[in-house]
């Protein structure tokens, strides 16, 4: 029996192989091989599928899974944090955009208002699968540019829903306002934040506590899946679009312990379906279409992007952010999205688009999706150069006022102090260690929302985009005696080293970085010491994988300090010379343990000596050492009092240490 969307998806796949393939060759991005993928199979080039339909359907499916794993990975803090950006970004660039559209069709070209409305409203989306996705993989949705796009993308997606509902009445028909319609809308609006409330606190902790408890890896996958499809079905019967539910089906998800397990089972089947979707996308773009008219397309296109480009400028410029990140956060949203297919599907229903121009927006729709890749990936590069021109000094730092805050003199010492650039996580960290050895430090973040929280906590932010060297200057960098760069961004990276190095030749400056391929180039400009993420990850692993093999502490830091030498140049080899080795005889010895083990209360150890626990001779594992309070005891003796909460530090057999946990139901550290 032949399955016709067997054949297609076989179809699919094979081809997206190669064209991958091909594209990888030549460096291109993987997202603009699907989308390749998709113009050749697709109905308006060589006509390969046939169950276009299953198809959408199954690239639906990878929009939801997308979302859905994006709202594991946030949380219902992190989007508190970014409403201003929600509300008031996402109000500005739907808004302006339309308004913008309208006055250049109506008034310049002539076209009917109710036309010059819907275009604006198609141009005022942009594609929340692709840019999410994109940002994710580069690390950057916690940069300021990428919570910009999130916070955009959201209101966007709600704003589609009334965009919908008002499509009808530009094409003449009479809205008559129902008591379902009224309360669908107050269902929106009460409905969806007390769901994610009870869901997150109550509802979902407690189904996924009794799923887990069975110890089933498929019944926690089918219930995880459930959750995002039920959730999402659900919001859609209301009116909200299958996108935005399964993000907040995440969003509850990722307010349980088990978002991390819940993400790794997920992610699989988001690729295959999101790649799906990307071909689906290419699949609209007419060849023959676009061949007779090219002329005619690459000028509109050029105009769309550009125009997209200067709302989300003045929006982010309006946002109080600096002129770098608003041309970055430009660069990322300036296409037009796929939702802007679902609302011409309902325009067309009253023709507000002619043929001609409908097909000619639908062409330009697909390659503003298809260069969003080159257009982000090119951000920083073209930021760059458009920051040559005369900007305005107060537009370069933000116009955010009530954050560009001096750091007082009578509080700080700006002399000899340690400047941090950026609040992430490393930053946060670096800044903790800095306050307990009481170093006198300043730090330096993008995020108006997080400077403004952590200033009434008393935290030293201050408020400006680092590339800046008036920024730099005040905070005292060159009065610093270190600076420490820690953020996502590499190009950014690269201008801030580059930037500290000419106002302060001797300051010491730590650059911390993805990937080992920066290290190189951020010494060049100036850095210190650079730390990759990637290699330092694997250097902790080894460590402790040497020290459970009982390896001699100076040999373990010998060789780590072998592999970190000359850039990592060690652990960029394929192939480890024969010299790099431990020892002729390394101390390795599978049958003898070191374990540490935590004495609770309940323990029967508790309160006795070593002679009346007869560790050795009744288990066959011996204590070394044991810690209290922090302190490190050494000198035990068989009259020595074990109690509660004594880190333990045994030796002996694997199968008797586990036999000793097991038995005394002893937490392992």
């Not at 995002?228 to 859609?236: D, E, R, T």
């Not at 790794?264 to 979707?277: A, C, D, G, Y």
């Not at 820690?486 to 080293?497: L, S, Y």
Request: proline letters at 4%.
């Amino acid at each position: 029996m032949e399955i016709p969307l067997l054949r297609d998806l076989v179809i699919i796949f094979s081809l997206s192989v190669v064209v991958i393939y091909g594209c990888r060759q030549v460096k291109l991005p993987i997202l603009v091989g699907l989308l390749v993928t998709g113009m050749l199979v697709g109905p308006r080039s060589f006509g390969l599928i046939h169950e276009v339909h299953l198809v959408e359907v199954m690239a639906e499916i990878g929009i939801i899974l997308l979302l859905f794993s994006i709202g594991i990975e946030f949380s219902l803090k992190k989007l508190w944090q970014i409403r201003t950006l929600v509300l008031v970004g996402g109000t500005l660039q739907v808004g302006l955009t339309m308004l913008g559209t309208f006055a250049v069709t109506h008034y310049l070209l002539g076209w009917a208002a109710t036309q010059a409305w819907f275009l604006g409203m198609l141009l005022s989306l942009s594609s929340t699968a692709i840019v999410l996705k994109l940002y994710q993989e580069r690390g950057e949705m916690e940069t300021m540019q990428g919570r910009l796009a999130l916070g955009v993308l959201i209101f966007q997606d709600i704003a589609a829903v009334l965009m919908i509902l008002v499509t009808p009445m530009l094409g003449g028909e009479v809205l008559e306002t129902s008591s379902l319609d009224v309360f669908r809308l107050v269902l929106i609006g009460l409905g969806v934040p007390l769901f994610i409330w009870l869901g997150s606190q109550y509802v979902l902790p407690w189904m996924l506590h009794r799923v887990v408890s069975t110890r089933s890896p498929e019944l926690f996958l089918l219930s995880i899946v459930s959750i995002c499809f039920a959730v999402a079905w659900g919001f859609s019967q209301i009116g909200i679009s299958l996108a935005l539910g399964a993000f907040l089906a995440g969003l509850v998800i990722s307010e349980s312990e088990y978002s991390h397990e819940a993400f790794e089972h997920v992610l699989p089947f988001r690729e295959i379906f999101t790649s799906i979707f990307f071909v689906s996308a290419g699949m609209l773009l007419d060849i023959g279409y676009l061949w007779e008219h090219l002329g005619l397309v690459l000028s509109v296109l050029l105009a769309v992007l550009v125009f997209k480009l200067f709302i989300l400028l003045v929006v982010a410029i309006l946002l109080g952010m600096p002129l770098r990140t608003a041309w970055i956060a430009g660069f990322g949203l300036c296409q037009v999205g796929e939702f802007a297919f679902v609302l011409n599907t309902t325009g067309s229903r009253y023709q507000l688009l002619s043929p001609d121009n409908e097909q000619l927006f639908l062409t330009v729709i697909v390659l503003t999706m298809m260069l969003t890749s080159f257009l982000i990936a090119g951000a920083p590069q073209l930021t760059q150069s458009l920051l040559h021109l005369p900007w305005p000094r107060r537009l370069r730092a933000g116009l955010y006022k009530g954050l560009r805050l001096q750091i007082r003199s009578s509080r700080y010492d700006l002399q000899d102090h340690l400047v941090i650039v950026g609040y992430g996580i490393n930053g946060r960290n670096v800044a903790r260690a800095a306050k307990r050895a009481q170093v006198p430090y300043v730090v330096l973040e993008t995020n108006p929302d997080t400077v403004r929280s952590e200033q009434a906590l008393g935290e030293p932010l201050v408020y400006g985009d680092a590339t800046q060297k008036a920024v730099l200057n005040r905070v005292g960098i060159r009065q610093a005696r270190t600076v420490v760069v820690v953020i996502a961004e590499a190009t950014a990276t690269r201008r801030i080293v580059s930037a500290i190095r000419e106002l302060n030749p001797s300051v010491y400056l730590i650059a911390r970085t993805r990937y080992v391929r920066e290290v190189e180039e951020l010494r060049r400009l100036g850095a210190n010491e650079v730390v990759p993420e990637e290699f330092e990850t694997a250097l902790e692993i080894f460590d402790r994988v040497l020290t459970q093999y009982l390896v001699p502490r100076p040999e373990i830091d010998h060789l780590v300090e072998e592999m970190r030498s000359g850039n990592y140049g060690l652990l960029r080899q394929e192939v480890l010379p024969e010299t790099t080795e431990v020892a002729q005889e390394p101390n390795l010895h599978p049958e003898i343990q070191v374990t540490t083990l935590l004495l609770n209360a309940a323990c029967s150890w508790n309160g006795h000596s070593l002679q009346d626990i007869h560790l050795r001779a009744e288990h066959g594992v011996s204590l070394v050492a044991l810690r209290r309070q922090g302190k490190m005891l050494l000198d035990l003796s068989s009259e020595t009092i074990l109690q509660a909460d004594d880190e333990l530090f045994l030796i002996g057999p694997p199968e008797k240490m586990r036999q000793v946990a097991q038995l005394l139901r002893i937490e392992v550290i």
